[in-house]
């Protein structure tokens, strides 16, 4: 296949949210949505041809578009490249964002500003894909930036909504703290390596492993630092444990964009870009420790909160943030390919479970709270069957050599892997998982329950209203629900079984020692069993929970008082944050203001100077006249003066 | 070279203008003299713009030496020439003070309603003043035109400003005044130990430690309070307030810039051993801009204030940029100047969108723009958007190079300097979800018209300028590059010091 074909795959989702972004008036709701899902739609199809070219059968391409930047040795191209990593996770968004847009023209078909929204949707898709393509750190930061401000645009698509805003704003801030790691760790790679393209980085990583830096006054080990910064920007992107406040605020925002953006792609880049600098952190042992410990603790903890919300988008945001842990632990134990195999296996049963929700919350005329539903399954049959099939997958359930569901191989891999590692993080992360199993069931199955199930607990007249959506919204969710289940079955050998090397093609970088998918085979049988071992009691005690004894999960909230509330509450990361931060900053600024500015600096500068003057004046006459002639003569005689008095010296 | 003077023409093109109103121009308020003013201000800037484009063309982008130099005796028992020129750094700054003063034409035609003939007169003289600063070699004629440039602005604020413009242009003068004696002295000083005005002979490293170090801190105090650094920066919020919006674009966009060239011409081309002595100084100098003023607009209740106190920020990382002494970072802190003289200018230009509508500044006047206003608030995005450093505008380039600069000479200035990043997306942020975005809608602010076809003029320029310089820089860095890279070459034997990449 030729380049202008590459090219259209990134650039077509350009074009497309440029036309409806800009002439979005002239052609219509109509017209923008043609043009949009035109658009991801062909980018989509070109993505399975290149899956197909550069994965299956071995090509590798690379493209360089234009210069960017050159400023002395510092030099970027705007270049595009595609390996087996950038071809999978081509399929993952343009496949998504493509569901995600035809199923939009339904679910935003009556909102005011459809030309917008699909604009937003398209050019978030082309920034993300900018990201995945680029042959270097600084591009890659380009679609970083980008999708984050698409994401800030679509959160805050209902800009009338107060609550909108503020979660704009907080995600576009945390994912800037994100951001300002992965800077530093570009300021770190151009110092190290003397580039910051990826082939003359990871050339030169295995030469550079023992050396050091100085950093903030410390004398660190360099590979270890720069990527720990960009683990950071990953940190942030992927709402991993201490930047992840925002992303379950991001659910204000339309739900076609909590399934596209804050499920199955953009918060997954953090986990790409781990993969895709393998070659360094396979050389910074102790960054992958702490990339394992905190996507370990982010699985553990986002899953407890999932517990206990009973807003049903923000229950489906805690699982994905989990989810992530789990992608983050196996980059960890350099179980990379495991990594981006659940990327893809959750891309679709996440994008599957998020849009199954919207079409739940369209069934009831916009409510959230699970504590308003149930009784339902029967007249959204589909939507029902949908909401199964993904917790099905989320879960993992599966027979080992006969038929899993998605989730099943790539987080079973995952697992085991963690087993497998020589490290004891690995087998730490191992524990954290298989709890974390048991608890996706658990909340995967709740929400089943309370939102299909049980006496409807919604109005009459909203009752009155529940519908299944129309096939505009259904259809797209073939291809996710088809993906869902035979994904992870089907893609098993490629991504982590006997043709992963020819699969990968180098795109992945794994030191001999840390091949922690090779050895997961030797572990222990009861390894490989525990997880769908606590996964299945999950969905038992969710029905008993939910459907026998319903009076149960109060009195176990009351009983765990202390330990339930701070759960429940989050652990309070949002409210040590605002105080922390939020009121310092315009503290701060406030003391700056009026006590360094207007109280200090003019208090002695300008002002106290004037209130001298003003007083000297009172003596000695009227100097200070506040006439610009006068200050003008002033200055000319000054001039004067100087001159004169130069001239009689030499 | 070119056949024909051409540095010379656009200075004084712009004068030849203001004559041309006040000679012609009868009547004051009657609406024919008016317009009449304005058609005459507006086309002899845009055909001083046009023709400063030639020099693009005249202009050897790989030589790094003065060109179009233009040289004749003025006081020759002086040693004092009429000497011109311009470099790869020089050049931009006047095709930005070219570019502008058009655009504040545009802007002042419906900002602008008392005295018009004598506004568009200051403006075209205030031109002429800034483009015969960045041009001149001769150190009398410099000081000229740096002091020159003082007296419009002066009036542009004292005559057209707001309530407040009286304290606002005291204010100014007196900190630019207090910088501009002290840095008459030292020029004195330079003069008298060279024994020529000629600001070229002055290059290299021509002056005993000691002495370069008390002339250091003279132009120091003038260019700290142009650029304006922390703690010299507390006329700026006061200046920007008051002026009209063509005077605040011309302040953002020009002289702000009149400190950072001053530090690179002077600052470094003439005194490199004292630069590196006080470069820990200027370093403290700009963290502190760079965290202290992004947490005071943090809590600003007026537009204009909060630009104001980020354009200090953002000069922050030009002088962070210069003084980190190699290439990225004085790449850097180049295309932040001219990325911001865009960006602020198009800010200011932006407040003044809806100032001239409403007549109020005040940031809790206005919501949900975005309903009624959606173009204007596409272009505010835009602009928005450029000045937190989006990858892919203008800001982001700049502020980039000269952070990956600073970190290169020592990592603590990039992690402070970086918090102003995270710290400027939250102000500019907070800013435009208070102006277009939430949930109460004002009666008068509702029926407010979008954009009109004057005020699309003015933007449409400075955003293709946003996305060109963000997605093409070489167009702007080729031009400067073998200037810079010989500014740093001169810098470092000077001073004794090993050039890192």
Same mark, same amino acid.
């Not at chain 1, 017209?31 to 290149?50: F, M, R, Y």
């Not at chain 2, 010989?486 to 034997?493: F, G, P, R, S, V």
């Given at each position: ?219 660190? /080990? ?31 925002? /339309? ?200 006496? /409807? ?73 525990? /997880? ?119 | ?33 008016? =317009? ?13 713009? =046009? #023709? ?59 900002? =602008? ?71 008459? #002295?030292?020029?004195?000083?330079? =003069? ?60 953002? &966009? ?88 865009? #960006? ?41 958007? &450029? ?33 102003? #990043? ?80």
């Amino acid at each position: 296949m030729s380049q202008p074909l590459y090219m259209a795959a990134v650039f077509f989702p350009l074009l497309g949210a440029f036309i409806a972004g800009l002439f979005g008036r002239k052609i219509g709701d109509r017209g923008s949505q043609i043009v949009t899902c035109g658009g991801v739609l062909v980018a989509a199809a070109l993505s399975i041809k290149i899956f197909v070219d550069v994965a299956l059968h071995g090509e590798i391409h690379a493209f360089t578009l234009a210069p960017w930047i050159q400023s002395g040795t510092f030099t970027v191209n705007w270049g595009l490249q595609f390996d087996t990593l950038t071809a999978v996770m081509l399929i993952v968004v343009n496949g998504v964002s493509s569901m995600v847009h035809v199923y939009s023209v339904g679910y935003m078909g009556h909102d005011k500003s459809i030309p917008r929204f699909m604009s937003y949707l398209s050019l978030f898709t082309f920034f993300m894909l900018m990201l995945v393509t680029s042959d270097n750190l600084l591009q890659m930061f380009f679609g970083w930036e980008g999708v984050g401000l698409a994401s800030y645009l679509l959160i805050n698509f209902w800009y009338e909504k107060e609550s909108a805003n503020n979660a704009a704003i907080k995600a576009f801030l945390v994912n800037r703290v994100g951001d300002f790691g992965f800077a530093l760790g570009i300021f770190g790679c151009f110092l190290i390596f003397g580039s910051v393209q990826f082939a003359d980085m990871f050339h030169k990583a295995p030469d550079l492993a023992n050396l050091s830096f100085l950093f903030l006054g410390h004398t660190l /080990p360099a590979l270890t630092t720069v990527c720990l910064l960009l683990f950071i920007g990953a940190m942030g992107k992927s709402a991993q444990l201490g930047l992840h406040t925002w992303l379950p605020d991001a659910m204000e925002g /339309p739900t076609p964009v909590s399934a596209l953006i804050h499920a199955a792609t953009m918060v997954t880049a953090g986990v790409f870009m781990v993969a895709r600098l393998s070659p360094m952190f396979e050389y910074a042992p102790m960054a992958l420790m702490v990339v394992t410990l905190v996507g370990a603790l982010t699985a553990i903890v986002a899953g407890s909160i999932g517990l206990t919300q009973f807003d049903i988008k923000r229950v489906i945001a805690y699982s994905t943030m989990s989810q992530l842990g789990y992608m983050f632990f196996a980059a960890g134990v350099s179980a990379y390919s495991a990594a981006i195999f659940h990327l893809m296996t959750h891309a679709f049963f996440k994008a599957l479970l998020f849009l199954g929700a919207g079409s739940v919350i369209h069934a009831f005329s916009g409510e959230q709270d699970m504590r308003k539903m149930g009784g339902i399954w029967r007249k959204i049959p589909i939507t029902y069957a949908y909401m199964w099939i993904g917790s099905l997958a989320l879960a993992g359930i599966g027979l080992d050599g006969v038929f899993g569901m998605a989730g099943f191989y790539s987080k079973d891999m995952i697992l085991e892997s963690a087993a497998a590692s020589s490290h004891w993080f690995g087998h730490l992360a191992y524990w954290l998982g298989v709890i974390v199993a048991f608890m996706t069931a658990f909340y995967s199955w709740r929400l089943l329950i309370l939102t299909f199930h049980g006496r /409807p607990r919604a109005d009459a007249h909203t009752m009155e209203h529940v519908h299944e959506s129309p096939w505009i919204m259904l259809g797209p969710l073939v291809p996710l629900a088809i993906g869902a289940i035979f994904a992870g079955w089907y893609a098993d050998d490629w991504f982590v079984g006997a043709a992963r090397s020819n699969f990968w093609n180098g795109s992945i970088f794994v030191l001999a020692q840390d091949n922690t998918i090779d050895k997961a085979h030797f572990i222990p049988e009861w390894e490989k069993w525990l /997880p769908m071992g606590f996964a299945l009691p999950g969905i038992i005690f969710a029905y008993v929970f939910y459907t026998l004894k319903p009076d149960l999960p109060g009195k176990v909230a009351k009983a765990c008082g202390g330990l339930y509330r701070l759960v429940y509450h989050k652990y309070y990361f949002d409210e040590l944050y605002d105080f922390l931060f939020v009121r310092m900053a315009s503290r701060l600024g406030r003391i700056f203001w009026v006590g360094g500015d207007d109280g200090i600096i003019d208090g002695y500068g300008p002002n106290g100077v004037a209130a001298l003057t003003g007083r000297i004046a009172k003596y000695i006459g009227a100097l200070q006249t506040g006439y610009v002639y006068h200050y003008a003569f002033a200055m000319v005689i000054g001039v004067a003066a100087f001159v004169t008095w130069f001239w009689f010296r030499s | 070279m070119a056949p024909w003077p051409v540095l010379t023409t656009i200075t004084f093109l712009p004068l030849i203008g203001a004559l041309l109103i006040l000679l012609f121009v009868r009547g004051d308020e009657q609406k024919r003299s008016v =317009v009449l003013a304005q058609q005459i201000a507006l086309w002899t800037s845009l055909l001083t713009f =046009v #023709v400063s484009l030639t020099i693009l063309h005249y202009f050897d982008a790989s030589q790094s030496g003065f060109q179009l130099t233009e040289k004749h005796v003025w006081i020759p028992s002086f040693n004092i020439a009429y000497y011109k020129g311009i470099d790869g750094i020089s050049i931009w700054f006047v095709l930005i003070s070219t570019l502008l003063t058009p655009i504040c034409v545009l802007s002042a035609i419906g900002g =602008v309603h008392k005295r018009t003939k004598e506004f568009m007169i200051a403006l075209l003289t205030l031109e002429t003043m800034m483009i015969g600063m960045f041009t001149a070699l001769d150190f009398v004629l410099f000081y000229l035109f740096f002091e020159g440039v003082l007296i419009p602005m002066f009036l542009i604020i004292g005559v057209w400003g707001g309530a407040g413009r009286i304290y606002a242009a005291y204010k100014f003068f007196l900190y630019t005044f207090l910088g501009s004696v002290l840095m008459l #002295v030292a020029i004195f000083a330079m =003069v008298y130990h060279v024994g020529t005005t000629d600001m070229t002979a002055m290059m290299g490293n021509k002056f005993p430690k000691d002495m370069a170090i008390w002339l250091w801190l003279a132009f120091f105090a003038s260019f700290a309070v142009k650029t304006p650094m922390w703690p010299f920066h507390t006329w700026l919020p006061y200046a920007h307030v008051e002026a009209p919006t063509a005077g605040s674009v011309i302040l953002a &966009a020009v002289l702000l810039k009149m400190g950072g060239y001053g530090l690179i011409r002077i600052s470094i081309q003439m005194l490199p051993t004292a630069s590196a002595y006080f470069a820990p100084l200027v370093f403290t100098l700009s963290l502190i801009a760079i965290v202290y003023t992004s947490l005071v607009a943090l809590v600003q209740t007026d537009m204009k204030k909060l630009i104001a106190y980020s354009s200090v920020a953002h000069m922050g990382f030009v002088t962070l940029g210069i003084f980190s002494m190699n290439q990225q970072g004085l790449d850097g802190a180049m295309l932040v100047m001219i990325s911001h003289a865009f #960006v602020s200018g198009a800010l200011f230009l932006c407040v003044g969108v809806v100032y001239d509508r409403l007549h109020t500044r005040e940031i809790a006047r206005y919501s949900n723009m975005a309903d009624n206003m959606p173009r204007y608030a596409l272009v505010f995005m835009i602009f928005t958007l &450029a000045s937190i450093g989006l990858p892919g505008t203008s800001g982001f380039v700049g502020e980039f190079l000269s952070l990956q600069g600073a970190y290169l000479a020592n990592s603590w200035l990039a992690f402070v300097g970086g918090l102003g #990043v995270i710290l400027g997306a939250a102000y500019m942020l907070w800013l435009y979800r208070r102006l277009f975005y939430g949930p109460d809608v004002k009666d008068d602010v509702r029926l407010l018209p979008d954009l009109n076809a004057r005020e699309y003029c003015m933007f449409v320029p400075l955003i293709v300028l946003v996305f060109w310089l963000g997605v093409h820089p070489a167009t702007f860095i080729n031009v400067f590059a073998p200037t810079t890279d010989k500014i740093l070459a001169d810098y470092h034997q000077a001073a004794g010091s090993e050039r890192t990449p």
